[in-house]
């Protein structure tokens, strides 16, 4: 997809529910309250044959210093010079306010290409607001209802020439496939990321962290807005990069408090954007303030993300700010170790978002977990060291029943999980299943990676056991019927 739209305008008048009708999901959090976005989204966007790439804006504000309304709106225009033409929306029950002619005049300036639309527009109370839009000077607004789907048409109208001929004169470029977070992952043997199958990263932690610094830092420009101000960021924003040559898509997640502290609606959203962006995720890279690491949050968001089976690295931020780094790094490890046994082996990478210091162990670490969760073992080697496993430390026999592993096989990658064939699988203690999946760790080289283990009745494995086998009456009946065919 070569063209490239950009929605702008002031606050809350529909940009993030249009932009979610041309994408055809609820990519981008809608509330009623303006500025709910922050960040730049970009979405494949559909409007009947037409595609084409879409950028979510924040809201367009008067301020133009350094506040985070300032640098919403510097975030906002750099987006206009990225685009190859802008929608500029107005809202049709408001008419046309003083910051939407101040507005226009800069997207005349900065854009070669303005479309105006203005949304809301159904029913006569918008007839007026519609009528004021020619003396923006941007032509003919196109009235649209993005909550309801109408005026599609007419914006599919103004968009397909400019379309036509931005695919006419851009070179020929490898489609992006566009993944949804709720897609079901396919079971396949380990492959490099590729273009079209990116690597997929979620960066998660405690508000003021320094995860969109980080991905800023590592895509190697100022797409993320930051700031001093906790809780920046408020949906799972996805970035396309090449991380060191490896094909990347990077969510940068809203700071997750503790539940009791968030009573904002809209937080609860972005906070369960979060959540979608880390179940979607292939890799979860936790990141910790060195000043304040492994406090009850931390702990929870690493252990939420090995309970759904991601790939985790513990990265620590502001490491520059450190003075007493050997000290520090010695009480990280052993309070890491004591504090999330269920990651043991996963590993712990110091880092400077704002230098850009350890990012390329970062990195390292990150392909080095995405390799061990989608690793696969030959039955036959698995089956080997069961043996050992078992000679070294055999199973209980609780109620006087003795328990028999007999066969172990792995049954699914991304994360690894094995089924082992056992008598009285419902009497194995979890303690020695925690003893097979540390063996299995250490044994096969697959530190920190979530491992399950799946205990399994032999009368699971053979469906016909403990059934009756049929009288001679009924196998006579049975051949007879067979006989007839």
Same mark, same amino acid.
């Given at each position: 997809?070569?063209?490239?739209?950009?929605?702008?305008?002031? #606050?809350?008048?529909?940009?993030?529910?249009?932009?979610?009708?041309?994408? &055809?999901?609820?990519?981008?959090?809608?509330?009623? /309250?303006?500025?709910?976005?922050?960040?730049?989204?970009?979405?494949?966007? =559909?409007?009947?044959?037409?595609?084409?790439?879409?950028?979510?804006?924040?809201?367009?504000?008067?301020?133009?210093?350094?506040?985070? /309304?300032?640098?919403?709106?510097?975030?906002?225009?750099?987006?206009?010079?990225?685009?190859?033409?802008?929608?500029?929306?107005?809202?049709?029950?408001?008419?046309?306010?003083?910051?939407?002619?101040?507005?226009?005049?800069?997207?005349?300036?900065?854009?070669?290409?303005?479309?105006?639309?203005?949304?809301?527009?159904?029913?006569?109370?918008?007839?007026?607001?519609?009528?004021?839009?020619?003396?923006?000077?941007?032509?003919?607004?196109?009235?649209?209802?993005?909550?309801?789907?109408?005026?599609?048409?007419?914006?599919?109208?103004?968009? =397909?020439?400019?379309?036509?001929?931005?695919?006419?004169?851009?070179?020929?470029?490898?489609?992006?496939?566009?993944?949804?977070?709720?897609?079901?992952?396919?079971?396949?043997?380990?492959?490099?990321?590729?273009?079209?199958?990116?690597?997929?990263?979620?960066?998660?932690?405690?508000?003021?962290?320094?995860?969109? !610094?980080?991905?800023?830092?590592?895509?190697?420009?100022?797409?993320?807005? !930051?700031?001093?101000?906790?809780?920046?960021?408020?949906?799972?924003?996805?970035?396309?990069?090449?991380?060191?040559?490896? $094909?990347?898509?990077?969510?940068?997640?809203?700071?997750?408090?503790?539940?009791?502290?968030?009573?904002?609606?809209?937080?609860?959203?972005?906070?369960?954007?979060?959540?979608?962006?880390?179940?979607?995720?292939?890799?979860?890279?936790?990141?910790?303030?060195?000043?304040?690491?492994?406090?009850?949050?931390?702990?929870?968001?690493?252990?939420?993300?090995?309970?759904? &089976?991601?790939?985790?690295?513990?990265?620590?931020?502001?490491?520059?700010?450190?003075?007493?780094?050997?000290?520090?790094?010695?009480?990280?490890?052993?309070?890491?170790?004591?504090?999330?046994?269920?990651?043991?082996?996963?590993?712990?990478?110091?880092?400077?978002?704002?230098?850009?210091?350890?990012?390329?162990?970062?990195?390292?670490?990150?392909?080095?977990?995405?390799?061990?969760?989608?690793?696969?073992?030959?039955?036959?080697?698995?089956?080997?060291?069961?043996?050992?496993?078992?000679?070294?430390?055999?199973?209980?026999?609780? /109620?006087?029943? =003795?328990?028999?592993?007999?066969?172990?096989?792995?049954?699914?990658?991304? #994360?690894?999980?094995?089924?082992?064939?056992?008598?009285?699988?419902?009497?194995?203690?979890?303690?020695?299943?925690?003893?097979?999946?540390?063996?299995?760790?250490?044994?096969?080289?697959?530190?920190?990676?979530?491992?399950?283990?799946?205990?399994?009745? /032999?009368?699971?494995?053979?469906?016909?056991?403990?059934?009756?086998? $049929?009288?001679?009456?009924?196998?006579?009946?049975?051949?007879?019927?067979?006989?007839?065919?």
């Amino acid at each position: 997809m070569s063209f490239t739209l950009a929605i702008v305008g002031r #606050p809350n008048v529909g940009k993030s529910t249009l932009f979610n009708r041309l994408v &055809g999901k609820r990519l981008a959090l809608v509330d009623d /309250q303006p500025g709910v976005t922050r960040d730049l989204r970009e979405g494949a966007a =559909r409007l009947g044959d037409l595609k084409f790439t879409i950028i979510d804006t924040a809201g367009l504000e008067m301020a133009t210093d350094e506040s985070l /309304q300032g640098r919403m709106r510097m975030l906002t225009e750099r987006a206009v010079s990225m685009a190859d033409a802008c929608l500029f929306l107005i809202d049709a029950r408001s008419g046309v306010l003083p910051a939407d002619e101040i507005f226009a005049d800069i997207l005349r300036k900065k854009s070669a290409k303005v479309i105006l639309a203005a949304n809301k527009a159904e029913g006569k109370a918008a007839e007026a607001g519609m009528m004021e839009g020619y003396a923006l000077g941007l032509g003919e607004p196109i009235g649209i209802s993005a909550e309801h789907g109408e005026g599609m048409a007419d914006l599919a109208a103004v968009l =397909r020439p400019l379309i036509d001929l931005a695919e006419e004169t851009a070179p020929a470029i490898e489609p992006e496939v566009e993944i949804d977070i709720e897609d079901a992952e396919e079971e396949v043997e380990y492959q490099p990321p590729t273009a079209s199958k990116p690597l997929q990263i979620a960066v998660v932690g405690r508000p003021n962290a320094g995860k969109s !610094t980080l991905i800023n830092k590592i895509i190697g420009e100022d797409r993320l807005l !930051t700031g001093p101000e906790a809780g920046i960021t408020r949906d799972a924003i996805s970035v396309m990069t090449n991380w060191g040559g490896t $094909p990347t898509r990077i969510f940068d997640t809203a700071g997750m408090r503790k539940k009791a502290k968030i009573q904002d609606k809209l937080e609860k959203l972005s906070v369960s954007d979060g959540l979608r962006a880390v179940k979607f995720a292939e890799v979860v890279v936790v990141l910790l303030d060195v000043d304040i690491p492994f406090e009850q949050q931390d702990l929870r968001i690493a252990d939420l993300a090995e309970r759904e &089976g991601r790939a985790v690295v513990i990265a620590v931020n502001k490491w520059d700010m450190e003075g007493e780094k050997q000290a520090k790094l010695k009480e990280l490890k052993e309070e890491f170790a004591r504090l999330l046994p269920q990651l043991r082996g996963a590993p712990l990478i110091t880092v400077s978002a704002l230098t850009g210091r350890g990012l390329d162990r970062l990195q390292e670490a990150v392909l080095r977990a995405h390799e061990v969760w989608n690793r696969r073992i030959p039955t036959s080697a698995l089956n080997r060291w069961l043996v050992g496993m078992l000679e070294q430390h055999p199973p209980p026999a609780p /109620q006087g029943k =003795r328990i028999k592993l007999r066969y172990i096989t792995q049954a699914k990658s991304r #994360p690894p999980g094995f089924v082992v064939m056992a008598s009285h699988p419902d009497l194995l203690p979890a303690s020695y299943s925690r003893y097979l999946v540390n063996g299995l760790r250490e044994d096969f080289d697959m530190p920190g990676t979530p491992i399950r283990i799946f205990m399994r009745s /032999q009368n699971d494995a053979n469906p016909f056991k403990g059934r009756k086998k $049929p009288g001679p009456s009924k196998l006579r009946k049975h051949l007879g019927t067979k006989r007839a065919e």
